[in-house]
């Protein structure tokens, strides 16, 4: 979430309870004065042209943002140069939980195994923030989307342009953050050799980009001469009859090819100005390059001299006192003194004037000395202070190419992101989904991204999904802990959500309709701070779900009700699945333990039951790892229980107990307790449970 939010004082009793509301005045946020505030800053007499006009609850926050950051913490944002509309509807919701039971960016175990983190092959800082930002914010446009794909198949067919292009992203440095940095005034010299070096880099990456175009269009338009079309039917002025796959890639490659801005002027004008190894202070000289200016030259020679001026003083000294050990030295306080030890203090001659004394020996000074004293450090000073003016004159002229810079950062970056796409389907051999506005879901040979590329000791287990959001609507998964119930239903919401930021996929096919949201419902746990038990959590969770989820959704269960007692944590499962199915007509992925949840699929048509495949020999479980149709026959939570470490005595007795539970009246023991069953004490049930453990 983000890391302030500005309200009006208004309602500010309204978000008391928020940690990071800052409060501003409310007039700020009037949608007349936030009008103003715009255009006044964006230099407009209308906010027609952001296509926000009619979004007064928007121009009122942005309104205020604007008057806060100027007037209230006195920031320069001439970075700040337009503004985007952007509703609900163009991306995927996902909430703070879906964020972090899918890990999305960040992950809870000891090692990183976050979405992120496994397509994550960005070479650039800004690359990097660009894909974050996408699986945080995943498509519904289902056009932007094949855009990307396309671009993805074209580099995986182009490998060696993707290398190319990837090698040359490499050289290219943080060149949003430098402007902003620059434009806000908080900017260095180290900024302004970002900027140099990755203007430097862009013709390379420029060329490499249009060598691409070019293939894909010599690809393009020999694949309609084989197909019999006529020259006019790819020339430019008939692109409504190009392939429309085609099209998408056309319009993704030359925007990125005229929106990365080469800027030869303003990259001559750094590289002549700037040295390559810059100071981080600016006060402090050494920022340009001898020759960048005429009086800043002039002045550093006069530095110098002087202190050449000072070693033949050193030379001279020595030998008409006799002292080697002499030395004319310099610190802050004291400028250029002559320093002398304890054991020559006799030979000081006497033109010599006394300064300081030491621990070791005496400074003095000569008239003489404190002459080119003065000399050098007024043109050390004037020096630096030029140095100074000089960068913020060209810190100015920079800032005059703000916008064109502004738009290659956002270029670079999404070619980064696509780059980083293709090379992560390149390394593990994933496929391009097929995206469209259907119910549709249908994966085959489905496998979890994050397992896929950090395998542990058993070979993963791909698995197909098919649903519909008809016949195939609720799907209820059955099968003991640790089979691999959890990381299926993970697995399919990863898989959708990694195919609507215009990603391929970790399956060997894959349709799927388009989502609006994507819920998930997963192991819960006290949420001490709030006084809410585990039940309460998972029940807040579900309420979430079941209010805002829509025919549209993708909707992961894995568990409902175990915060409670069987019964009640079965009607609530039950109950909760009917309302899924009948009202919402989601596509859905229901876990559970309860196998009585199976009965649904008997009594409703888009219900259907799955399993995840086990077998047992001599007593034991072995995990299959496969999904298959039709519901789990036995729990296994005593196998289960037994790899855990249980201790034989506990298992033994679980046997019996259960045996009683199953069949009250029954004479057959499960378990080898050595015991006669007459004397063994078991609990009485009026209501036998299938699945205690």
């Known amino acids: 979430g983000p890391s302030e939010i500005l309200v009006s004082e208004e309602q500010r009793d309204v978000f008391a309870s928020i940690e990071h509301a800052l409060t501003h005045d409310s007039y700020a946020f009037l949608p007349e004065q936030a009008t103003f505030t715009l255009c006044e800053h964006f230099k407009t007499k209308s906010l027609d042209g952001f296509g926000c006009a009619e979004m007064p609850a928007a121009i009122g926050a942005a309104g205020a943002i604007i008057q806060y ?68 914010q995943p498509l519904r446009d289902v056009n932007e989307l094949n855009c990307r794909q396309q671009m993805i198949a074209d580099l995986l067919h182009e490998s060696d342009l993707l290398g190319s292009l990837r090698h040359s992203l490499k050289s290219i440095r943080d060149i949003e953050r430098a402007a902003g940095r620059l434009s806000q005034a908080s900017g260095n010299a180290r900024d302004l050799v970002t900027l140099k070096n990755s203007l ?58 005229n929106e990365i801005a080469e800027m030869p002027e303003l990259a001559a004008k750094l590289q002549g100005a700037v040295v390559d190894d810059a100071p981080l202070a600016l006060k402090e000289g050494g920022i340009f390059r001898d020759g960048f200016d005429a009086q800043l030259d002039e002045l550093r020679n006069a530095s110098r001299d002087g202190k050449n001026w000072i070693n033949a003083l050193q030379e001279r000294e020595i030998a008409a006192t006799g002292i080697k050990s002499l030395k004319v030295r310099f610190n802050s306080v004291f400028g250029y003194f002559i320093e002398i030890t304890k054991s020559n203090l006799a030979n000081v001659p006497t033109h010599y004037t006394r300064k300081q004394t030491t621990v070791g020996g005496e400074r003095f000074i000569t008239p003489e000395l404190k002459e080119m004293e003065a000399k050098i450090l007024g043109a050390d000073e004037r020096g630096k202070n030029l140095e100074y003016s000089l960068f913020q004159k060209l810190r100015e002229e920079t800032l005059t190419e703000l916008g064109p810079l502004q738009k290659t950062a956002i270029a670079i970056a999404t070619l980064d992101a696509i780059c ?106 006290d949420d001490l701070s709030r006084g809410q038990s585990t039940f309460m959590v998972e029940m807040n969770e ?20 175990r915060g409670t007692s069987t019964f009640d944590g079965l009607s609530i499962a039950w109950s909760v699945a009917e309302f899924l199915h009948d009202k919402i007509k989601a596509r859905t992925l229901f876990a559970t333990h309860y196998h009585e949840l199976t009965k649904l699929a008997v009594e409703r048509k888009g219900v259907v039951n799955f399993n995840v495949a086990v077998r047992e020999w001599n007593e034991q479980i072995i995990f299959l790892r496969k999904i298959i149709p039709g519901g789990a026959d036995k729990s296994y939570g005593i196998q289960v229980a037994r790899l855990a470490g249980l201790p034989r005595e506990i298992l033994d007795r679980a046997k019996d107990i259960l045996a009683h539970l199953e069949n009250p009246n029954g004479a057959v023991v499960h378990g080898k307790s050595k015991r006669k069953r007459s004397a063994q004490k078991l609990p009485q049930s009026q209501k036998p449970q299938l699945d205690l453990l």
């Open 69 to 136: 950051l100027k007037h209230q913490l006195r920031r320069k944002i001439d970075h700040l140069s337009s503004l985007r509309c952007e509703s609900a509807h163009d991306h995927v919701v996902l909430d703070a939980a879906t964020q972090i039971n899918l890990d999305l960016v960040e992950s809870r175990g000891a090692r990183d195994t976050s979405l992120l983190a496994v397509l994550d092959r960005t070479v650039t800082p800004m690359g990097g923030r660009k894909l974050r930002n996408w699986i945080l």
């Open 200 to 257: 430097q880099q862009i013709p390379e990456l420029k060329a490499e980009l249009g060598k691409l175009i070019e293939r894909i269009e010599f690809g393009r338009a020999s694949s309609l001469v084989e197909a019999g079309a006529s020259p006019a039917t790819f020339s430019q002025d008939q692109p409504a009859r190009l392939p429309l796959k085609t099209q998408f890639h056309q319009s993704l490659a030359n925007r990125l090819q």
């Open 420 to 525: 980083s796409l293709a090379e992560t389907a390149r390394l593990f051999h994933y496929c391009r989904p097929q995206l469209d506005e259907s119910l549709r879901l249908t994966i085959c040979a489905g496998r979890h991204p994050v397992l896929d590329q950090n395998p542990v000791e058993e070979k993963f287990v791909p698995n197909d999904t098919e649903l519909d959001g008809e016949k195939l609507r609720l799907a209820i998964i059955t099968g003991p802990n640790m089979a691999g119930k959890s990381t299926y239903i993970r697995q399919v919401a990863l898989i959708v959500l990694m195919a609507q930021i215009g990603s391929f996929v970790p399956a060997t096919s894959a349709e799927i309709g388009l989502v609006d949201r994507i819920f998930t419902r997963v192991g819960a746990s």
């Open 542 to 561: 579900t309420a979430n779900i079941v209010n805002n989820a829509t025919e549209r959704s993708l909707i992961i269960l894995d568990e409902i009700g």
